[in-house]
């Protein structure tokens, strides 16, 4: 792994691991429970709007879990 790629890492999962970010998936993942729902959906525009919304709550929240599972795999590599 490039110091590069561990920097890089090691921010993501310093960010992750703050407070301030887990307070922030809270509160997206309480706007993820009120944006999931076809309630509003009035027309396609507004379908295509939704799901985009909800794809992003849906990436920020696994964020974490990735960068993890990524930066672990990473460093097994290293040291085979």
Known sequence: MT???RKYYE???SMT???A???LM???GEMLSSTNTLDAVSDEKTLHFKR???SMMRWFL???EISENAY???IDETDV
């Open 17 to 19: 691991g703050s407070p």
């Open 26 to 28: 809270v509160d997206i």
């Open 21 to 23: 970010w887990k307070d």
């Open 62 to 64: 696994s964020i974490a």
């Open 52 to 54: 985009g919304e909800v």
């Open 3 to 5: 110091p590069e790629l």
């Open 11 to 13: 921010n993501r999962l």
């Open 72 to 74: 672990k795999e990473l």
